[in-house]
T-cell receptor
Framework: DSGVTQTPKHLITATGQRVTLRCSPR?????VYWYQQSLDQGLQFLIH???????AKGNILERFSAQQFPDLHSELNLSSLELGDSALYFC?????????????FGQGTRLTVV | AQKVTQAQTEISVVEKEDVTLDCVYE???????LFWYKQPPSGELVFLIR??????QNEISGRYSWNFQKSTSSFNFTITASQVVDSAVYFC???????????????FGQGTTLQVKP
């Protein structure tokens, strides 16, 4: 158990809909990262939050947004869903220090858009 | 730009064989971290090892060993006496150090699917 909790584990929804994925980081970790794993793109970095502030954006679509709340949990919002958004979405957390970049991953949320 | 290449898409071995998974990386940073993660059929990503760019000492953990060679920008992973439970997708990843404006995000290779047959 990595200590990172993602909910829900599975999500099936229709095209055009909006969903919210939730992530609770390990106790004490201030950094939350979101990654998308799809068959054609592999594992790709989406966005990084540190202590409530956005730190970096990767290949994240404009239809997607995220935030990190004061209790450090994070949500990834996906809207106007398309079939191609079907993927496994991972959250990872880490202690953001000068030397420690070890990231612990949650079990992922498998999103299926039909 | 940073890049990780895992040229082997799929490897199939028979139990008890040794197997090496290759990883080649590209980066302009002088300080960076390299990782290996395992993704079993259940889907989660399991951390295996982290190595920083200043430590080229090889590491062994049970049946697992890692060979880091800065001269060839490679960080290869060897499983000795493979077992069926080693069947999984293995990812190599590269990260810049966090702090000082860097985000510590991971750049993943495409992964190598290892199948260990009984």
């Amino acid at each position: 158990d990595s200590g990172v909790t993602q909910t829900p584990k599975h999500l099936i929804t229709a095209t055009g809909q909006r969903v919210t994925l939730r992530c609770s980081p390990r106790s004490g970790d201030l950094s939350v990262y979101w990654y998308q794993q799809s068959l054609d793109q592999g594992l790709q970095f989406l966005i990084h939050y540190y202590n409530g502030e956005e730190r970096a954006k990767g290949n994240i679509l404009e239809r997607f947004s995220a935030q990190q709340f004061p209790d450090l949990h994070s949500e990834l919002n996906l809207s106007s869903l398309e079939l191609g958004d079907s993927a496994l979405y991972f959250c990872a957390s880490s202690v953001l220090t000068g030397r420690n970049t070890e990231a612990f991953f949650g079990q992922g949320t498998r999103l299926t858009v039909v | 730009a940073q890049k990780v290449t895992q040229a082997q898409t799929e490897i199939s071995v028979v139990e008890k064989e040794d197997v090496t998974l290759d990883c080649v990386y590209e980066t302009r940073d002088t300080t960076y971290y390299l990782f290996w993660y395992k993704q079993p059929p259940s889907g989660e990503l399991v951390f295996l090892i982290r190595r920083n760019s200043f430590d080229e000492q090889n590491e062994i953990s049970g049946r697992y060993s890692w060979n880091f060679q800065k001269s060839t920008s490679s960080f290869n992973f060897t499983i000795t006496a493979s077992q069926v439970v080693d069947s999984a997708v293995y990812f190599c990843a590269l990260s810049e150090p966090s702090g000082s404006g860097n985000t510590g995000k991971l750049i993943f290779g495409q992964g190598t699917t290892l199948q260990v047959k009984p």
